[in-house]
């Protein structure tokens, strides 16, 4: 998103993580990052060694949903105006969105309070490395591995089964839904000077960085796929536009990407 190209997230399942490094066992995808849908579809393709049906619907055969529960919090005004433009446009297409209530995405920041599955799971794959050579890891990702040190195994627990929980409820929030239209991302690339090494900017770097993963970070957690497609006019800095759903819509997901896609770009 911030870099004004396409990156595809598939369901998780449909492609084998043996040989990439884990950084959490139950979130951990292996997909593409490319320059256009077509390389998107093809590199997924490889990569599941399956498929992708070529769709026949026109877009105003989508049922599309917009939610602005967590989603759209603190956009700056880039991302705003280039999402406000992007459904206009969809909708001057023959797009058919809705606005729904998806409140479910309120529950992530108190089901994740203990720490998450990514900082248990790093954690437990790195505490020998960070026991033995814990000084040359860059800090700020050693602080994000170590708070998994303190999470108790109920927490744990109780985590994967809130989630189910969780990603049950979703679903069947959606049922009857295509998509869901997001900004990948609610801010546009901060500056360097911001976020650059140093304890003084620590606080403002995990800030941002808390943003940058937030509406992700809920489609990783739903086991959903998402599909981030250029958005910004040429004199914008890159706005990521983001649809995506629950697991196993992939094929649908990359589909649509194909028709918003030329739609986004006629700025």
């Known amino acids: 998103a911030l870099n004004g190209i396409v990156g595809f997230k598939s369901t998780a399942r449909l492609v084998p993580t043996q040989g990439a490094l884990p950084l959490s066992t139950t979130l951990d995808t292996v997909c593409a990052m490319t320059r256009t849908v077509r390389d998107a579809i093809l590199a997924h393709e490889i990569l599941s060694a399956r498929q992708v049906p ?31 433009r992007s459904l206009n446009t969809l909708r ?14 309120n529950e ?8 998450g599955f990514s900082p248990a799971e790093g954690f437990a794959w790195h505490r020998a490395l960070i026991e033995r050579e814990g000084e040359r890891y860059d ?21 994967v089964k809130t989630r189910q929980n969780w990603i049950g409820r979703v679903e069947a ?3 009857g839904y295509d998509a869901v239209l997001s900004p990948t991302t609610p801010i546009a690339a901060p500056k360097i000077s911001e ?5 003084e900017r620590d606080a403002e770097f995990f800030r941002i960085n808390g943003l940058l993963l937030r509406n992700t970070s809920a489609v990783n957690t739903l086991d959903g796929c998402g599909i981030s497609l250029p958005c910004h006019a040429p004199d914008e800095l890159p706005v990521g536009l983001m649809a995506w ?6 094929d649908s997901i990359l589909q649509l990407a194909l028709l918003l896609e030329p739609l986004l770009q006629q700025h």
């Open 245 to 250: 759903h629950a697991a196993m819509h992939d």
């Open 54 to 84: 070529r769709g026949q619907r026109p877009l105003s055969g989508y049922r599309l949903a917009v939610v602005k529960s967590l989603m759209q919090d603190g956009m700056d005004p880039t991302v705003s105006r280039a999402f406000e």
């Open 108 to 115: 992530l920041a108190p089901m994740m309070s203990t720490g």
């Open 195 to 199: 976020v650059a090494p140093g304890a």
């Open 139 to 159: 800090p700020r990702v050693l602080q994000r591995l170590m708070r998994g040190s303190g999470m108790k195994a109920h927490e744990y627990m109780d985590l």
């Open 92 to 105: 001057a297409e023959g797009a058919h969105i809705d606005e729904i209530a998806l409140t479910e995405l």
């Open 173 to 175: 929030t959606l049922v």
